[in-house]
């Protein structure tokens, strides 16, 4: 397996998440079923501590993007570890609270806030709020002001630079619905200062997901600190800068760097300067630390192509689907195996849900057969958070591995639970009695 899966490994011929084989994980949670490495999300977060301790006059604050994944136990393992979190929605906000995030350390990010929501945070106590309006910005002044507090605040300036990423996942164009242009920028923060129930804490960018070359992060975060500086002239000082998320995992065979590469110009930039750093990482912290099991339920050798349908489909994975997206898939027994007297064809994996879209991944060169399970691979993040109850199928179940053992971290969706919000009409009965009324 490649370097970007040091956790899943296979041993006697059969893949492993850390010391569980999938056979047993299968057998015992069933398919499909996202299953998550707890060294793997370890690794990633203490990389990214080791990469920023000492690099700066304050420690960093690694603010987990939510968004990513939201297991309760994902963000338990994150807080546990120190991180505070990045978050775009009150339900974001519920999860991580639950998970026992200590609110002092989110961040509330996201272009429609709603007065609900406003007011859930500010009671929380959340550190900061990125603000990418100035209709959000009198709006939580005035939330604020009702509730006797003073907000904490921060704008999320767009630099507009291009990420150079799939456009549906970069952000910070002028084009782009996010954040505040840079013009806009210095009379928003004087408006803020002017507004009584707020408190300007720091400035905030986020340019697009999936970025695997550092230089746009780096003139994004020149340009910042150009701001930053400007605002300083003014009497605005900022206590801190959040450079976002944004950086780039293996799939397949990209040149990713190493996140040491990858900050160093940008830590090179903060070096000696006084506001604390934020960063919002998301797939680079989940991503390569969990992948979806999934068993093969029906081959169909057709002329042009061959299928193989899975019990996992796009309602689970919807990332090849929407963009897509390459998600490497292997079988959980290996090619090697001695029983395996199988032909490698090129296959189809699709889901069998009714879209021709439904599918996993395309021209996958593999030995298979029916009853076969399958790894796809790299799907820890934007996975389970992104999935839907499409076609009434629940969702996955998820199961996060430590060492030896392993835990259920999300029971399989019931079926009834589909509906269970749903109600039948009145009876004809009962609309009559009504009627009569
Ligand atoms: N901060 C903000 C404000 C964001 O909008 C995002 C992601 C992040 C942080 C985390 O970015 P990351 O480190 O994960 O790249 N569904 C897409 C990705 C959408 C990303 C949206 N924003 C996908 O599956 O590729």
């Known amino acids: 397996m490649s370097q970007a899966h040091p956790f899943f490994i296979y041993r006697n011929d059969i893949m492993h998440v850390e010391a569980v084989s999938l056979t047993e994980i299968a057998a015992t949670y069933g398919t499909p079923c996202y299953v998550y490495s707890h060294a793997a999300l370890t690794a990633a977060y203490d990389n990214y501590r080791r990469v920023l301790q000492g690099a700066l006059n304050q420690a960093a ?4 993007a939510v968004k990513a994944n939201s297991n309760l136990a994902i963000l338990n393992l994150f807080a546990r570890l120190g991180a505070g979190f990045d978050i775009v929605s009150g339900g974001e906000l519920s999860r991580v609270l639950a998970a026992g995030g200590d609110p002092a350390k989110i961040v509330f990010s996201g272009v429609g806030k709603s007065s609900a929501e406003i007011t859930q945070a500010l009671q929380a106590g959340i550190h900061c709020f990125n603000v990418e309006s100035a209709s959000e910005l009198e709006r939580i002044d005035r939330i604020a002001g009702q509730l006797g507090l003073k907000a904490p605040i921060s704008l999320r300036v767009n630099p507009d630079v291009d990420p150079k990423t799939h456009p549906y996942i970069s952000t910070g164009l002028k084009s782009n619905k996010f954040g505040v242009s840079f013009e806009e920028a210095l009379p928003l923060y004087r408006r803020a200062r002017q507004l009584p129930h707020l408190s300007i804490r720091g400035i ?3 340019i697009g997901s999936q970025l695997l070359d550092p230089s746009p992060a780096t003139e994004a975060a020149e340009k910042i600190l150009g701001l930053v500086d400007m605002l300083a002239a003014e009497g605005i000082v ?31 930039l903060l070096k000696g300067r006084r506001e604390k750093l934020i960063i919002e990482p998301g797939r680079s912290l989940v991503g390569n630390a969990g992948l979806l099991l999934s068993r093969v339920e029906i081959t169909k050798q057709g002329s ?4 193989a349908v899975v019990d996992a489909a796009m309602n689970d994975l919807m990332r090849p689907a929407l963009y897509d997206a390459w998600h490497d898939i292997v079988p959980v027994h290996s090619h090697s195996a001695p029983s395996k007297n199988v032909d490698t064809l090129v296959w189809e994996i699709v889901g069998p849900i009714c879209e021709t879209g439904d599918f996993l991944g395309r021209q996958r060169p593999l030995a298979l057969q029916e009853n076969d399970l399958l790894a796809i ?4 993040a934007y996975g389970m958070t992104m999935s839907s109850n499409y076609n009434s199928r629940p969702r996955a ?5 430590d060492g030896h053992r392993s835990h259920l971290i999300r029971q399989r969706e019931q079926i009834s639970a589909l509906y269970a919000g749903e109600s039948l009409l009145p009876s004809a009965e009962a609309e009559a009695k009504d009627a009569a009324q």
């Not at 604050?61 to 987990?64: M, Q, V």
């Not at 691979?377 to 820890?380: M, R, V, W």
């Not at 179940?397 to 591995?401: C, K, L, N, Q």
């Open 61 to 64: 604050l690694i603010c987990y």
């Open 204 to 206: 905030d960018c986020h």
């Open 238 to 268: 900022l206590e801190h800068i959040d450079l976002g998320g944004g950086m780039g995992i293996r799939y397949r065979d990209e040149d990713v760097p190493s996140v040491d590469d990858y900050l160093a110009p940008i830590l090179a």
């Open 304 to 307: 042009e192509k061959n299928f």
């Open 377 to 380: 691979l790299s799907a820890g």
């Open 397 to 401: 179940a998820e199961v996060m591995v």
